[in-house]
């Protein structure tokens, strides 16, 4: 096969073998588990963000202070597209309603289903970063290009299983967060796609898709998903969520010698 032929098989590939796994484990997880397993969740998310991304961010930069200004653009990006979601609510439903049941019941599933929102945000730049690298790859030699796209889909199952739950939780059906979830997987062919044809103007974009990869994590995590840990004040479900969180950034610790291979 042709290198051109490579790329678009194993992006696909990546991309939706990925997500299948990631969703065939969420779809056995019984549904009053989901909130339960948001803390791993959190957990992959940070994992992925702080051991995986963010590193790749600040030495793909031109400096760690450039990484750095891209990654709080990219948080304030999420804050601002978040406000988008909340004022298109109000507008729908009335403000008012909107928040005598956020003070009264929590996070309900129409409330916090911007979290899925600005998940499939970042995902998907992650999933164009992935193509770039995986195009990368088979333009230097056929047996890297396998190696690297195997690799991204072993590291990226316990991300894309995070991502699947939080879906989840924020209200979308399984259905809906399978179908979301692959045609986010797209934008890894896209970005092999774009970069087999013009390489190096796409490598040069990789720096800051990865810092609003990171940024959406992190964002998500702290600002959307914690908060609601804390409802829960009992020593026990503390206890629980501290494992599930650790949990979470152990899957991906796990896979992370692979990522290193993948990205490095």
């Not at 549904?31 to 790749?56: D, N």
């Not at 991502?163 to 045609?183: C, T």
């Not at 009992?234 to 629980?240: F, G, I, K, Y």
Request: hydrophobic share 55%; charged share 10%.
């Amino acid at each position: 096969m042709t290198p051109l032929a490579w790329i678009v098989l194993m992006s696909l590939a990546g991309g939706l073998l990925s997500v299948l796994v990631a969703s065939g484990i969420s779809y056995a997880a019984r549904p009053h588990w989901v909130p339960v397993l948001i803390s791993y969740a959190i957990g992959a998310l940070l994992g992925a963000a702080f051991l995986e991304v963010l590193p790749h961010a600040i030495e793909a930069a031109e400096s760690p202070e450039k990484a750095a200004m891209n990654i709080l653009a990219g948080i304030l990006l999420f804050f601002v597209l978040e406000k988008l979601v909340l004022w298109r609510h109000c507008h729908d439903e009335g403000c008012a309603g909107h928040e005598q049941h956020s003070h009264g019941h929590g996070h309900g599933g129409h409330e916090h289903g911007r979290s899925g929102l600005l998940i499939l945000v970042g995902d998907t730049f992650h999933n164009f970063v992935d193509g770039v690298l995986i195009a990368a790859a088979f333009v230097e030699s056929t047996p890297l290009g396998i190696v690297t796209a195997l690799a991204i889909i072993a590291h990226e199952i316990p991300q894309e299983l995070g991502d699947f739950l939080i879906l989840l939780h924020s209200g979308y059906s399984r259905r809906k967060a399978l179908a979301f979830n692959l045609l986010s997987s797209l934008a890894t062919l896209v970005g092999a796609i774009l970069a087999y044809f013009a390489l190096s103007e796409m490598q040069q974009l990789v720096p800051v898709f990865l810092a609003l990869a990171a940024a959406s994590m992190i964002y998500v995590a702290v600002a959307d998903l914690i908060p609601g840990l804390h409802k829960r004040t009992e020593l026990r479900a503390t206890a629980q969520q501290v494992l599930l969180i650790a949990a979470g950034i152990a899957s991906i610790v796990f896979a992370h010698p692979l990522a290193e291979r993948a990205l490095g």
